[in-house]
């Protein structure tokens, strides 16, 4: 058997799971539902999910040392203006703007934010993919 090379949820494991989910609705995501103190977001073709940090690396069988993971979730927009209204409204909304919007080497135009718990976002406009309605993504260049 081999994995599909798909994404079913990600799970950001937080401190806080009120201040994280206010964060969250704040930039504009709806709440599917809450269930066992563990908040999902019905994403495109996946959840996102927010549950208690220390259970989340129990759940999955690690020691958390804390800091960044080494990971960044990253989402596309249609414009390098939206990168800078999407950075300020996270700023806004609570989270903390680690690179200002800037014209990248690749040909595009990108910045980062942390959430509340210190979860790293990318905000970025690659006029290199196609983006679409729903937010999804294609690696192929708009046609």
Do not use: C, I
């Not at 994280?20 to 103190?37: I, M």
């Not at 019905?42 to 208690?52: E, P, S, T």
């Not at 718990?117 to 046609?143: I, R």
């Amino acid at each position: 058997m081999s994995m599909k090379q798909a994404l079913s949820a990600v799970t950001l494991g937080v401190s806080d799971l009120a201040r994280a989910r206010h964060f969250y609705e704040a930039l504009g995501w709806t709440v599917h539902t809450e269930v066992s103190e563990t908040v999902f977001f019905q994403a495109n073709g996946f959840a996102l999910v927010l549950w208690d940090r220390a259970k989340l690396a129990a759940d999955s069988g690690v020691e958390d040392a804390g800091g960044w993971g080494g990971v960044t979730l990253a989402h596309n927009v249609g414009s390098p203006g939206e990168v800078d209204d999407l950075l300020a409204a996270a700023e806004r909304a609570g989270g903390a703007v680690t690179l200002k919007g800037a014209a990248t080497d690749w040909g595009g135009y990108h910045g980062a934010f942390t959430d509340p718990e210190g979860h790293a976002w990318e905000v970025a406009h690659n006029p290199f993919w196609t983006l679409y309605d729903d937010g999804s993504t294609s690696l192929d260049e708009p046609q």
